[in-house]
């Protein structure tokens, strides 16, 4: 079994679909159970006269229920799932697989394969270098008029503007979606969550503000910078980069570890970020995923993980962003990396980092021997030489921490962002903790 209660639990799309799994775990809700290496599958009793057939994929995990919930995984999936891990001798060893689940795993099967195999027809280059030059021109001129926002928003001063935080750059946003500006649009949507009811919000207002002047500059500028730098800044700007091209570069194979899982939600679109280290190259690797609506994840990741995988990173100039080209799952194992790095060497890779990519906004490190402090109801991540950095996590968040550690030394994995320093998860020689 690859997976354990914990594990399984943190894969549940909320607190009640957890509860409801677990009450699930039990034999007797189950008509049958069988089981080999690929999947699970089970007949699952509900209020109705038909059971719901219930299947667990074991080589990509992925779930599949005839039950109408819209949830992902449903309780019945989770249950089926933690289940086996309890009690594996409950489920019937069956080497042949029934029909129906034979057929979803086939299905998943060809369209994994699709996905890595794009049709070879070649797109019209005389029709896409059209399409290309009269989007440039769509983005050239709203960058000139966000240009001139910019400066008439710093002409008149920035005091106004707690009076509209949510309305004073709602028009030129949307002309950035009309100018096919993605990137800066999210960025300008960006200043709308900014706590204008503090002191000292003129601070991070200006550096935004600013920050999207100087990604402009250099836009204007793209054909005299390197080309990785080149690439990033027309990312930022929303021009996007092929899956299939992404796929077809070098890629890394390692044992890849699950460090970080989270998500957030805007609007009908959630946004999720995993984070993950390779043990043999020391490097870390962002997926960023989009999902909207009820769409299904396409890898199912939870903290802790073990993948052995081939990651495809996009270009840039500090490649982060990663693509899974082909994975496999590994038992369960501790998470133990040891660096030798303390706070003023990680001050150093985010100084190097942004250095060459001024516009990177996350930057990934591991601590170990840390300790958290608070002093004077300040947060710090205090190294074993003493150096102190504050810390960004909300208060439940830092109590917990502290709580876990009872005031000991611990590593961590974080992501330094906005000159502070987010912890994601915490262990030590014995126990962990996913803050994040």
Partial sequence: MLYNREQILQLAP????????????????????????????????????????????LTN??????????????????????????????FHDEAA??????????????????????????????????????RERKVDSGIAELRAWLRDVIRNGLMHVPQQAYQFNANITARMIDAQAGGLAAQLRQVNLLNFFTDGWQKPLLKRLSGLYMLTEGYLRRDQLPP????????????????????????IADHWIVLSVTSTEEGNLTTERIWLFGRNSARFALLLNFYAGNQVPQHMLFPGMHLQAELAFYPGANPVRALIRQQQTLPPKGININTTSYLPDIYTRITETLAANVFTE?????????????KDEHWFLVDPEGNAAPVSNDEDERWTVLAFSTGQPFSVF?????ETFGLHYVWTRFKGLFVK
């Avoid at 809700?29 to 080999?36: E, G, S």
């Avoid at 996350?362 to 608070?374: E, G, R, S, T, Y």
């Avoid at 974080?414 to 906005?418: D, P, Q």
């Fill in 228 to 251: 990785e730098l080149a690439h990033e800044l027309r990312t930022l700007v929303g021009w996007t980069t092929s899956r299939e091209e992404v796929l077809e570069g070098a890629a």
């Fill in 97 to 134: 697989l029934p029909e129906h689940v034979a057929e979803w795993l086939g299905k998943r099967e060809v369209r994994d394969a699709a996905r890595e195999q794009k049709s070879d027809r070649q797109p019209d280059d005389a029709a896409r270098v059209k399409r290309v030059e009269a």
């Fill in 14 to 57: 909320d607190e009640a679909s957890a509860r409801a799994g677990q009450q699930l775990a039990t034999r007797s809700k189950w008509v049958v159970v069988y089981a080999n290496r690929k999947a699970l599958w089970g007949d699952c009793q509900g209020s109705g006269k038909t059971p719901y057939k219930t299947i667990v994929d």
């Fill in 362 to 374: 996350q930057v990934p490190f591991i601590l170990n021997d840390a300790k958290l402090i608070v």
């Fill in 61 to 90: 995990l992925a779930f599949k229920c005839t039950c109408p919930s819209r949830k992902f995984p449903c309780k019945h999936g989770l249950g089926l799932l933690l289940l086996y891990a309890q009690d594996p001798g409950a």
């Fill in 414 to 418: 974080g992501v330094y962002e906005n």
